[in-house]
């Protein structure tokens, strides 16, 4: 396992990790006080505003195949480069959001089509009364 | 930067068009549900976490630049929700470090420290990110043009993982002077750009880097 470094520990707090490294952060943190005075480090640089490059990195998906190339590599029908990179930053990187785009474009051959349907309607109904907030403006609701 | 198709989309949900929010539903929830999902491993509560990125995403609308990209946005406010819903299921990393005898409320940490120790504006921090995110955007997509992946793996594993130089060169079968050589031009073009949008190169911690 790989060690686990001030970035590592600032994409866990922003709950941008794979699955598998979620696992290995937490598991680490129960059995080690150094990790978690590092991670109790890591929190208050951000409470002060410090910035991480690798948390911009990752935010912004700066280097996140599009859906597109994605969905070419799940047909192998991307050339052996670009096939090799989408490789490296979904297991290597751990991209938690390609890793997401990949799982959906996956599904979306599966999902039978009525469930995925219920679903959206569910979605479309408990936000619909919101929509006028576009048009007449209000603050942020992040 | 969001597609013709979504920046088209989000001008006709400001209009209240609720054709167009039901296809941005249709486009988005499936991967923002896997995203959620990853981490709670419960259908239904992350279905209520879409459900409220989405309420969330209409009520931040009027504040939406749609020179972002659509979906990191939605992803970034699936980013808050979740992290809102592990609070309350007591399952946030927050958790994990509040019972610690340790007090390091005083300590001084490392070489992080000497970047800031003022705490700044939210305003400003954006200016200084988004600074960033456009001189990294740019590099990027210039090694990408050129097929350049190898200098991409280099510099997403210093960056985005945190490797040290060592590991990464090992891990790619290359030179730690090869790593050094990416490291230092990438991070001397980074500063510059952010110096040249106004701003102190020094904000940022991991541009404070000695030569190859």
Known sequence: MAAITREILTHYLDDALSEAETSQVEQALRQSESLRRLLRVVMQERDRGEHSLGAIWRRERLSCPSREQLGSYLLRAVDDDLLDYIEFHLRTIGCPFCQANLADLQTLQQEPAPQTQTRRRKFFESSAGYLHIGREGKSTGR | ?212
């Open chain 2, 1 to 212: 930067m969001s597609s013709e198709s979504d920046r088209l989309l989000v001008r006709q949900i400001r209009q209240g068009d609720s054709r167009a929010w039901t296809t941005l539903i249709g486009r988005y929830e499936g991967r923002l549900l896997a995203f959620v999902d990853r981490r709670l491993h419960d259908r239904a509560a992350s279905e209520d976490v879409v459900q409220e990125t989405f309420i969330g995403f209409l009520n931040s609308l009027p504040n939406f630049d749609d020179q972002r990209e659509l979906q990191t946005y939605l992803f970034t406010i699936a980013s808050h929700k979740l992290t809102d819903h592990l609070r309350r299921m007591g399952r946030h990393p927050m958790h994990l470090v509040s019972d610690s005898k340790s007090d390091i409320l005083n300590q001084q940490s490392d070489h992080h420290q000497a970047a800031s120790s003022l705490v700044r504006s939210q305003e400003r921090r954006d200016l200084e990110a988004d600074a960033l995110t456009q001189a990294l955007t740019g590099l990027i997509g210039g090694w990408r043009q050129r097929g350049d992946y190898l200098r991409l793996k280099v510099m997403e594993l210093l960056f985005v993982k945190g490797w040290p130089n060592r590991d990464v060169a090992a891990f790619l079968s290359i030179s730690e002077q090869q790593v050094a050589n990416y490291r230092f031009a990438a991070i001397k073009k980074v500063s510059e750009q952010v110096r040249d949008a106004g701003l102190p190169a020094d904000i940022f911690p991991e541009l404070q880097q000695p030569g190859p």
